[in-house]
């Protein structure tokens, strides 16, 4: 036994199992996923096989159960098998959008209205944690970004249904999507204003304008879409003005997530750089023989390191109930910024080869850029932080 949650038994099997369900049916394919531009359906049919999506969501509503050290460890092994952060947003985008559906239907249940919980459980959650379908989550606008609150796209009560007009852009798996969580004014301005509404994608008058091309998550599909007249059932609302407050909670396990996605890609570029210098021979000795090489891979080893142990910390805080709005902001920064550094370094110690689209410190050296954007931009988290701190 361990007091470690990472080393128990069942989590070192979890490790294995998503660490060789990389090595066989991930790595191998990138260069293709990424010049089409999007992961293949087979992908989510086989990671849902494998329980990889139900993580973290009950077995009641067609999860697997687990929590926030589970998807820790699915993340790390994605990318230690050689998998990449576009592969962990594009196959896992429903862990930012089916846990708000799952969080309504458990209210409603609770609330008595069985029947209501059941057609969000059966028609949103279980497709999507089955790999037959796609969740996506709808909140940046063109002139948006992290500024949430004050979002414009509108949605208005119409009898049983409610009309969403407005605009979204920069959203994951759009194009792919069954159905968008769409974040929606539904009454004054402000945070408290705000609802989340169930889109499916068919519905006359949703549109996906524009595939966006991206510098990086380039299997990851991104898109603008526009919401014009859009009539969907009143019952799609995943509670009246209470969205912002949902997304709030929920921002914790996806900067987390991300966090994650930083320093897992970081000890990737680590392991490759170490053993591309202990290979690669200039002037006839391998680089790693130069002082200078040593103690940048010693650099690198530290700020992955030190990231990974304060990331996991918070995780396994976060999972036993405690309350990590302030750790998890922290969390991201402290992910993101080894994951940046590591990959920079990687790409300098590789060299020219280091610089060549298709090497894999290339891609992860373009992948790790949008971590800090994504999720909250750095410097809006690191301001969030110090109101926290009541700075």
């Known amino acids: 036994m361990t007091d470690d949650p990472f080393r ?14 990389t090595q066989d049916h991930v790595a191998p394919h990138i260069d293709e996923w990424e010049a089409a531009g999007e992961l293949p359906m087979e992908l989510q049919k086989r990671a849902a096989a494998l329980g990889l999506l139900g993580v973290g969501f009950a077995e009641e509503v067609g999860g697997s159960g687990g929590d926030t050290v589970d998807m820790t460890v699915i993340i790390e092994q994605i990318l230690e098998g050689g998998g990449t952060g576009g592969v962990v947003a594009g196959m896992l985008t429903h862990g930012i959008a089916t846990p708000h559906i799952a969080d309504e239907a458990a209210r409603r249940r609770a ?11 059966d028609r949103f959650v279980r497709p999507v944690l089955a790999g037959e379908a796609i969740a996506a989550l709808g909140v940046t606008e063109p002139d948006g970004g992290s500024d949430v609150a004050n979002l414009r796209t509108r949605a208005v009560l119409d009898g049983d249904d409610v009309i969403l007009d407005g605009a979204k852009t920069y959203i994951t798996s759009a194009t792919r999507a069954d159905h968008v969580v769409v974040a929606a004014r539904t009454g004054g301005p402000g945070a408290a204003g705000v609802s989340l509404i169930v889109v499916p994608t068919d519905t006359p008058g949703f549109t996906v304008t524009r595939r966006l091309d991206k510098m990086g998550w380039r299997c990851s599909d991104t898109a603008e879409l526009s919401l014009t007249g859009v009539r969907v059932p009143a019952a799609n609302i995943l509670g009246l003005d209470q969205g912002f407050a949902s997304l709030a909670r929920h921002f914790v396990t996806e900067r987390l997530t991300l966090a994650v996605t930083g320093y897992a890609t970081g000890q990737r570029c680590l392991d490759l750089a170490t053993r591309w210098t202990s290979e690669r021979e200039t002037f006839g000795k391998p680089l790693a023989s130069r002082q200078v090489v040593r103690h940048m891979l010693a650099e690198m080893h530290r700020q992955v390191d030190v990231a990974r142990v304060y ?24 992910g993101v910024a080894a994951g940046e550094f590591v990959a920079d370094r990687a790409v300098q110690l590789f060299g020219g080869a280091g610089y060549m689209t298709g090497s894999e410190v290339e891609r992860h050296y373009r992948d790790v850029r949008i971590l800090g954007i994504g999720g909250g931009a750095t410097e809006v988290m690191t301001d969030l932080a110090t109101r926290l701190m009541s700075l």
């Open 111 to 121: 609330a008595g209205d069985t029947a209501g919980a059941d057609h969000l459980i």
């Open 311 to 334: 990331c996991r910390d918070v995780a396994a805080r976060h999972a036993a109930g405690e309350e990590v709005i302030l750790p998890a902001l922290l969390a991201k920064q402290t």
């Open 8 to 21: 128990t038994p069942e989590r070192l099997a979890l490790a294995d199992a998503v660490r060789g369900f």
